[in-house]
């Protein structure tokens, strides 16, 4: 009897102990993901997600925002400003993901590369590419005691001291190349445009570029492809909005032009019209911060 009285106090004891634990125990997960923060230098960044699936006795939530490399999601990044040659970021969490990705993708362009894919830890050191300057994306799982569980995604920008935040890829217009179903492609010239770049913060810088009328553009790149055919337009940057117009060579510039269909923003059908005839693509952006514009794309159909 003894021995069980002995027992059942010990699970009494347990219970109020776990009780009182978890009351003034770590609590960094009950309300959502624990705090991430970049150190950098002598620096100190505090870092959001972007999205998360989040679980626990106390709440439960989904948030799905824009993807960090996605353009317009650029003049909401967190931003990491690195002085001189820093060899490493160290990501520092209250308590410790169960596992832990890090991907950089350059804004010089190029591919996504991982940079870490493991266990994780309170504090984890980050090697820095030699070329450091992109967005870096965290996601992490996490199943922590008190019990909480979710997916969460985070993304930062880091540049150099003195630097500009915006996309150097957004500096000029983006480029556009036609391509048929056949496989033959043109890079279509650029005609007038006007272009805004976000320079980070309130800064801008906007360039308005006026061409000639289409038909006395010289040199136009000619595509291979006959009237009515279905064509690709591979931009740069996918626009928000694109319309496509048709001029005959034979009628000289005192004609209109007519309207071509466009099925979508990247697809359209070629204008029939009889001898040469002359196409302008108008793109139009809205990208992060307030940058992009509207531009005119030209190519002739010989």
């Not at 620096?43 to 679980?55: I, L, R």
């Not at 450091?132 to 992490?140: K, L």
């Not at 033959?184 to 805004?196: D, E, H, I, L, Q």
């Not at 005959?248 to 923003?265: H, M, N, R, T, Y």
Request: proline share 8%; hydrophobic share 40%.
């Amino acid at each position: 009897m003894k021995r069980r009285r002995i027992a059942a106090g010990l699970v009494v004891l347990l219970i109020l102990g776990g009780a009182v634990w978890w009351w003034t125990g770590p609590r960094h997960a009950l309300n959502g993901p624990p705090k991430l923060t970049v150190l950098a230098g002598s620096g100190e960044t505090k870092v959001g997600y972007w999205s998360a699936d989040w679980a626990s006795p106390t709440t439960g939530f989904s948030a799905c925002g824009a993807s960090p490399t996605d353009p317009a999601a650029r003049y909401e990044l967190t931003v990491i400003y690195l002085e001189g040659r820093e060899d490493t970021l160290t990501l520092s969490y209250p308590t410790a993901p169960s596992h832990l990705t890090v991907s950089f993708t350059p804004d010089r362009g190029g591919e996504t590369v991982c940079l870490y894919d493991g266990w994780g830890r309170r504090k984890l050191a980050i090697p820095l590419p030699e070329d450091f300057r992109g967005i870096y994306e965290v996601s992490e799982r996490w199943r922590t005691v008190p019990p909480a569980s979710g997916n969460v995604q985070r993304g930062f920008l880091v540049v150099g001291v003195g630097e500009s935040v915006g996309d150097p890829k957004l500096a000029e217009p983006p480029a556009l190349t036609v391509v048929t179903a056949d496989g033959a492609a043109v890079a279509a010239r650029r005609g007038s445009y006007s272009w805004c770049v976000w320079l980070g913060g309130d800064e801008l810088e906007g360039t308005i570029a006026d061409c000639a009328h289409p038909l006395e553009m010289t040199d136009l790149p000619a595509l291979s492809a006959r009237p009515g055919d279905r064509v690709k337009l591979q931009f740069s940057i996918l626009p928000d909005e694109v319309s496509v117009w048709a001029w005959s060579a034979q009628k000289g510039i005192d004609q209109g032009p007519i309207e071509v269909e466009a099925l979508s923003v990247d697809e359209v059908l070629l204008p029939e019209l009889a001898g040469d005839t002359v196409c302008e693509v108008r793109g139009s952006w809205s990208l992060a911060g307030n940058a992009g514009g509207g531009v005119s794309y030209l190519f002739k159909i010989p």
